[in-house]
């Protein structure tokens, strides 16, 4: 019987180093551009100099249908509904018979990033944009954005979990992250729609959420194949394999 060689960029098979080194790579980037932003909300400067400007901007274009669907995202974007979309996710991958540690993934990922958000906006404790712009009730400090967190920590877990188990081909494996960063964009763009988040909150949002994705699925990747070799370490031994004597 013929089977199909699976993916590089599979569960079925260890992470290369390469991979492993670009996750690290994204991580890293992440978490700096969140700490910039965070020095940018204490001194004023670099990206917060631009929040006024952008909140005018979104404040003055948006109609009362844009804050129509603006809520709709922003309720698909709250915690406690990508939590349940996280766990069918994780059910409906495990009856299919993902590993279940890999299925959780991004209910993993959702809950981590709604800790981290939580702390840090108990630790900044920024204001929110004027209360008289708000087109929604609501509550705890601005920065980061819980919402665009969330996002980004679902979207992207989701889309690589999806990209590592179920999508066999490249073109269906960038369609599935590509959905859920695109998600995650649809989510922080709703709060600056409603006015109830700075702009500079948003992108830290969407900056952590990313990094707990990446940190949470990478790690569960490497650990669900922990003693395999990866896709090159195989290339390679077999090449070194054929060139031995009988």
Not at 5 to 28: D, G, H, K, Q, T
Not at 54 to 76: G, N, Y
Not at 184 to 193: C, D, N
Request: proline content about 3%; charged content about 10%; glycine content about 8%.
């Amino acid at each position: 019987m013929i089977t199909a060689r699976p993916s590089r960029f599979s569960a079925e098979v260890a992470p290369s180093r390469r991979a492993l080194a670009i996750a690290a790579a994204l991580v890293v980037a992440n978490i700096t551009l969140f700490v910039l932003i965070a020095e940018d909300v204490l001194d004023g400067g670099g990206l917060v100099s631009h929040d006024d400007a952008v909140l005018a901007w979104f404040v003055d274009h948006r109609t009362d249908r844009s804050i129509r669907v603006a809520k709709l995202v922003s309720t698909l974007g709250a915690f406690v509904s990508l939590a349940i979309v996280s766990a069918l996710i994780g059910i409906w991958l495990w009856r299919r018979g993902s590993q279940m540690l890999l299925a959780a993934a991004p209910l993993v990922s959702i809950s981590l990033g709604s800790l981290a958000s939580t702390v840090a906006k108990s630790i900044f404790e920024r204001e929110r944009p004027p209360i008289d712009v708000h087109a929604t009730t609501v509550t705890l400090a601005a920065f980061p954005s819980g919402h665009a967190t969330n996002g980004a920590a679902f979207g992207l877990a989701a889309g690589l979990t999806l990209a590592l188990t179920v999508a066999h081909h490249r073109w269906s494996k960038s369609l599935v992250v590509a959905a859920g960063l695109f998600f995650a964009a649809l989510v922080g763009i709703s709060r600056l729609v409603l006015a109830v988040h700075w702009l500079s909150d948003v992108v830290a949002g969407w900056a952590l959420g990313s990094a707990v994705a990446l940190s949470v699925v990478v790690a569960i990747w490497w650990l669900t194949t922990l003693g395999q070799a990866s896709p090159t370490e195989s290339s390679a031994h077999a090449a070194g394999g054929s060139g031995a004597c009988p």
